[in-house]
T-cell receptor, first 111, second 110 residues
Framework: AQTVTQSQPEMSVQEAETVTLSCTYD???????LFWYKQPPSRQMILVIR??????QNATENRFSVNFQKAAKSFSLKISDSQLGDAAMYFC????????FGTGTSLTVIP | DVKVTQSSRYLVKRTGEKVFLECVQD?????MFWYRQDPGLGLRLIYF???????EKGDIPEGYSVSREKKERFSLILESASTNQTSMYLC?????????FGPGTRLLVL
């Protein structure tokens, strides 16, 4: 079985500052992918960033980057230069044939 | 762009009613999924399908069934709705390693 743990139910960040959302996971699979999804209030869940587990290089997508520590089974998301539009629920997920999601972190951006 | 649509954004039903939630994707994806999303519980998998007429139970299939008669359409059925099925229902499809989500259906069972 695969599990995903997000230990921070809520986080806040000042606009233009940097914030890191934590995620740990457990899997017995050797080949898997890790994801961060964003769900703005009353809006659709969208993919933020994806990391292939076999790649050592951390994925980056504009202001979003990950810190992937495979041995520690950790996959944190860093948001740089936070913007008001970043306010959302963020879900960490592990995927292969099936997907498993964490319970989410609600991010508030303070103007 | 991948497009996953769900038939309703909001639904209000009575206890005991049969409820159909429809999901359609336009990218010829083979895999489709139904989740329910509840505060503090994240997304929990109800059913998924790898192909037409194929279905697999997820983590919480009780009280639900599914139908996949065409590749692009995956329906979730609540045979006899109960108040504990009040939730947000999300449909997703995949081709390869990434899931794409529909906008969700918020179901209220009275």
């Amino acid at each position: 079985a695969q599990t995903v743990t997000q230990s921070q139910p809520e986080m806040s960040v000042q606009e233009a500052e940097t914030v890191t959302l934590s995620c740990t996971y457990d899997t017995s699979e050797s080949d898997y992918y890790l994801f961060w999804y964003k769900q703005p209030p009353s809006r659709q869940m969208i993919l933020v960033i994806r990391q292939e587990a076999y790649k050592q290089q951390n994925a980056t997508e504009n202001r979003f980057s990950v810190n992937f520590q495979k041995a520690a089974k950790s996959f944190s998301l860093k948001i740089s230069d936070s913007q008001l539009g970043d306010a959302a629920m963020y879900f960490c997920a592990i995927g292969g044939n099936q997907f498993y999601f964490g319970t989410g972190t609600s991010l508030t951006v303070i103007p | 762009d991948v497009k996953v649509t769900q038939s309703s954004r909001y639904l209000v039903k009575r206890t005991g009613e049969k409820v159909f939630l429809e999901c359609v994707q336009d990218m010829d994806h083979e895999n489709m999924f139904w989740y329910r999303q509840d505060p503090g519980l994240g997304l929990r998998l109800i059913y998924f399908s790898y192909d037409v007429k194929m279905k697999e139970k997820g983590d919480i299939p009780e009280g639900y069934s599914v139908s996949r008669e065409k590749k692009e359409r995956f329906s979730l059925i609540l045979e006899s709705a109960s108040t504990n099925q009040t939730s947000m229902y999300l449909c997703a499809s995949t081709s390869g390693e990434t899931q794409y989500f529909g906008p969700g259906t918020r179901l209220l069972v009275l």
